[in-house]
């Protein structure tokens, strides 16, 4: 988390600290930073990511050490460290899906959305990202959107039919 930069803590508004509280609830006392992803999930899905200000405002909601919030949020790659497209795609490049194309599967949605692995759209609708296992190797290639919908057997043709009805859904072709 250090990066020279001073970290800017972000002040959480009462609905989102009640939202927090709810999910402190569920754990002993002595034990709220049990609640750590829970608020991690909160967060994101009222800021879309999780900058290095609410990581810090967390640590001291919960109160934990900032390190121990980061070493959480680095760990998972469901938590957004910066803004991502509307749509985050997350293929499979472990060995199972290797073996069975995955990484042509990556390189295949590269070139047809103009970004390499890590990038986001002009547009803002796409963030392309390789992930670790998705526990479908039998499925294989598979991908994740929007750390939701399982997809496999992702095929040229399928992972084509897929880009293509999320941008058609968006009003986009």
Known sequence: MSTG????????GSA???????EVAKYPAD???SAVMACLSIIQQEMGFVSAGAEASLAAYLGMEPIAVHEVTTFYNMYNQQPVGKFKLNV???LPCQLRDGQNALH???H?????MGGTTADGLFTLQQSECLGACADSPVMLVNDRHMCSFMSNDKLDQL???LRASEGQS
Request: glycine share 6%; proline share 0%; hydrophobic share 40%.
């Open 163 to 165: 880009i293509d009805g």
């Open 112 to 116: 047809k959305l103009g970004i390499t």
């Open 108 to 110: 295949h949605l590269e």
């Open 5 to 12: 930069h001073a970290v800017v803590a972000v002040e959480f």
């Open 31 to 33: 034990q709220a930073q």
């Open 92 to 94: 499979c490049t472990n």
């Open 16 to 22: 989102t600290q009640e939202r927090f509280a709810r």
